[in-house]
Each structure stands twice: as structure tokens, then as C-alpha cells.
Nanobody
């Protein structure tokens, strides 16, 4: 079983910065892709940024130029540096990882973190 633990959310003023981190643990054979999603109150969950094993990132148009996703394959971690934050970035942010789990018999996994709240407000 694969677990994801997020950290780094909180309250920040508009224009400020936050860094989210996510660590994957468990019987991991390989991780194909990691990403960050967010869900604002009353809205559907949306992809914010993703990064594959080749470390080529992709971003939602709304965060391009402000957010940067990075990944450490050796540590099974992914981070999201968020700059120039806006009130509309307020949401619960979720880490996601897709890969192959080990432990004797290989199987695919699609794991989610518990979510971390980011609030952008003055």
C-alpha cells in the first residue's frame, strides 16, 4: 500500500508565497507521475500541475508563470512552489501519485494525500 503525506499549507496574503511538499511511502516499485490537484469550495477538483518520470512539468493555465512543480525521484517526493498567490488560489490542495507497487506481486496504484488547505486572504 502506498501513502502520501502532504505539508506546507496555510494562510498567506495575496502576492505571497507558499511551498507544498508531498512524500510517498510504502511498497513502491516505481512512480510514473506525480501531481497536485486542488478543490475550491463548491467546485470540482482540478489539476494544478503534474510531472512525469521524465520530469517534464505541465501546468494549468491559471497558474503558469506563478507555480513551479519539482520532483525528487530518489526520495519519492514532489513539491509545489506557489508564488504571487491570488485569492482564487484558495483551495484544498491534494497530492497524487501514479505508479507500480511492489511487495512481491507488482500492481498499479493511484494514491492521494489527505489534502492541505491553502487560504489566500488579506
Amino acid at each position: 500500500q502506498v501513502q502520501l503525506v502532504e505539508s506546507g499549507g496555510g494562510l498567506v496574503q495575496p502576492g505571497g508565497s507558499l511551498r507544498l511538499s508531498c512524500a510517498a511511502s510504502g511498497s513502491i516499485f516505481s512512480i510514473n507521475a506525480m501531481g497536485w490537484y486542488r478543490q475550491a469550495s463548491g467546485k470540482q477538483r482540478e489539476l494544478v500541475a503534474g510531472i512525469g518520470s521524465g520530469e517534464i512539468p505541465n501546468y494549468a493555465d491559471s497558474v503558469k508563470g506563478r507555480f513551479t512543480i519539482s520532483r525528487d525521484n530518489a526520495k519519492n517526493t514532489v513539491s509545489l512552489q506557489m508564488n504571487s498567490l491570488k485569492p482564487e488560489d484558495t483551495a484544498v490542495y491534494y497530492c497524487n501519485a501514479i505508479g507500480v507497487a511492489g511487495g512481491g506481486r507488482l500492481s498499479t496504484f493511484d494514491a492521494w494525500g489527505q489534502g492541505t488547505l491553502v487560504t489566500v486572504s488579506s
